[in-house]
Nanobody
Framework: QVQLVESGGGLVQAGGSLRLSCAAS????????MGWFRQAPGKERDFVAA????????YYADSAKGRFTISRDNAKNTVYLQMNSLKPEDTANYYC???????????????WGQGTHVTVSS
């Protein structure tokens, strides 16, 4: 088992930045690929970004490329999502997730945090 706790959400104006954090506990953090997903009201949970176990391989949704950066600190058991140039359409609940191998499908992830809400005002 691994427990995930997100933080860092909030209200920001369009064009602003936020950094989300996800702290993990339980099983060895470095053994997991970590992903970030988001879900707006009435919509499915969409892939945002993922990072490999060692932090070298990184994957992004088209909507995140060039604006968001995923990173991890295995010594601190934490994964981050730096979000810049935020847009109103980025408003959603953001979730971190963990699984053994990379996937961009929410259905494949075994472990989830409770989410942190991001609101981007226009």
């Amino acid at each position: 088992q691994v427990q995930l706790v997100e933080s860092g959400g909030g209200l920001v104006q369009a064009g602003g930045s936020l950094r989300l954090s996800c702290a993990a506990s339980g099983r060895t953090f470095s053994g997991f690929v970590m992903g970030w997903f988001r879900q707006a009201p009435g919509k499915e949970r969409d892939f945002v970004a993922a990072i490999g176990r060692g932090g070298v391989s990184r994957y992004y949704a088209d909507s995140a490329k060039g604006r968001f950066t995923i990173s991890r600190d295995n010594a601190k058991n934490t994964v981050y999502l730096q979000m810049n140039s935020l847009k109103p359409e980025d408003t959603a609940n953001y979730y971190c997730a963990a699984r053994t191998y990379y996937s961009n499908s929410a259905y494949d992830y075994n472990y989830w945090g409770q989410g942190t809400h991001v609101t981007v005002s226009s």
